[in-house]
């Protein structure tokens, strides 16, 4: 099958590399000329036969340009597929805007990061049947062997929220991890700490994919001496809280998650300064300058 891609960087190079061993026909457009089979949109475009399908793996604030512009290239028939971490709502408006000139849309969450070429990727498509059946071949692809990672989400909007949730349960996962480890670092216990969470990877209940790449940075920076204890987000807690609050789902430790990314930006917390005034104020407790 015929696929175009637009945007090949740690995801949608391996992607592109994983669809050709599979033996796809790729043909892939990024911004930096050295990883492009085609210097424009207009070539990709061009290059593929009708009905096309391309995904679109570009970072949330170029894909609605991305797509403007795609539009204006494709034609009734071709279907666009966004595998980016687009929120949710943006699906909806842009999939009627698509279906005026005939072209589909499918949004698609994509996990598994730069191990995908190796291990596969979990597929999660909103959209219709009949778009996600054009596309088949292309996720079988890239899913991983076997009965698990893909599943069509529901109607448009789906594969995104669902992949939302996924990040939002990431978050709560690495900080239950980032906790145990803290706590077994601070401990006059235990001496071995790589050692312990090494010994998690077979047999217990807390083994997954998640704890063997904390074993893995460990392996190669046992103290995380190298590393600052600072966290970026990319939105998609956000959106999960956000969605917790709307529809009234406790969401303890996925916001506390969130919250704890939030703490580890700074470096003197005005929160603690105002904790330590009051507790100066009311009780004569010391401070500290």
């Not at 998690?200 to 001496?225: I, K, M």
């Amino acid at each position: 099958m015929q696929l175009g891609i637009i945007g090949l960087g740690k995801m949608g190079g391996n992607m592109r590399e994983r669809l050709r061993r599979a033996g796809h026909d790729v043909v892939g457009y990024d911004h930096h000329p050295e990883r492009s089979d085609v210097s424009s949109l207009e070539e990709l475009v061009g290059r593929l036969a009708p009905p096309r399908v391309v995904w679109c793996m570009v970072p949330a604030d170029v894909t609605e340009d991305s797509i403007d512009t795609l539009s204006g290239l494709m034609s009734d028939g071709d279907l666009i597929i966004d595998g980016g971490n687009s929120k949710f709502t943006d699906d909806a408006p842009r999939a009627e805007r698509l279906a005026k000139n005939g072209i589909g849309y499918l949004d698609c969450g994509v996990s598994g990061g730069i191990w995908g070429l190796q291990n596969g990727y979990g597929l999660m498509v909103g959209g219709t049947a009949e778009n996600v059946a054009k596309a088949q071949p292309i996720f079988d692809a890239l899913k991983p062997e076997g009965d698990y990672g893909f599943s069509h989400a529901g109607d448009v909007g789906a594969g995104h929220y669902a992949k939302m949730v996924h990040n939002g349960i990431e978050y709560g996962l690495m900080a239950a991890y980032a906790e145990g480890y803290e706590l077994l670092h601070a401990s006059e216990y235990v001496t071995n700490v790589p050692g312990v969470i090494k010994s998690w990877r077979e047999g217990t209940v807390v083994r997954s994919w998640l704890l063997d790449l904390l074993d893995r940075a460990l392996d190669e920076d046992p103290e995380l001496a190298k590393l600052r204890g600072y966290a970026d987000d990319t939105g998609e807690g956000r959106w999960t809280v956000d969605e917790g609050v709307r529809l009234a789902v406790p969401l303890n430790v996925i916001a506390s998650a969130l919250f704890a990314r939030f703490a580890s930006r700074q470096d003197d917390s005005p929160a603690m300064k105002a904790v330590a005034a009051l507790r100066n104020q009311f009780g004569g407790h010391a401070v500290h300058n």
